[in-house]
């Protein structure tokens, strides 16, 4: 299996997590399919950091879950997932910005020369 740099990881961490809380701002609900980019592809490496995603946000009061819904990822297999909604909009605004300003001083992974195509599966060198 594939696995990414912590480097990586923390890279692909804001980069999903700026998806996630734009679909936040625009829509008012979101699940961790929102933070992926190919519902049918599996991540290289299990794609367990995900997670952190929607922990980190509402461990700042930022998000609740507001229902549960079947996942519509391949590879999740229809499991039950949160459906988190927005606690603090000020704040998510903030944080779009701050992960937005981030992002555009760090427009590739580390590792890779352009922006995510599946991240660019990891070539095995």
Request: proline share 5%; with cysteine.
């Amino acid at each position: 299996m594939i696995s990414y740099t912590d480097s990586q990881r923390a890279w692909l961490r804001k980069y999903w997590s700026h998806e996630f809380v734009r679909q936040l701002l625009a829509t008012g609900r979101a699940s961790l399919d929102d933070a992926s980019d190919d519902l049918d592809e599996s991540w290289p490496d299990g794609g367990q950091w995900r997670g952190s995603i929607p922990k980190t946000l509402r461990a700042d009061g930022l998000i609740v879950p507001i229902d549960a819904g079947n996942s519509t990822r391949a590879s999740r297999k229809g499991c039950l997932q949160n459906v988190w909604g927005v606690r603090d909009r000020a704040g998510l605004v903030l944080r779009e910005r701050h992960l937005a300003k981030w992002l555009e001083a760090h427009p590739t992974m580390p590792g890779q020369n352009s922006l995510p195509n599946r991240m660019r599966q990891l070539t095995l060198i």
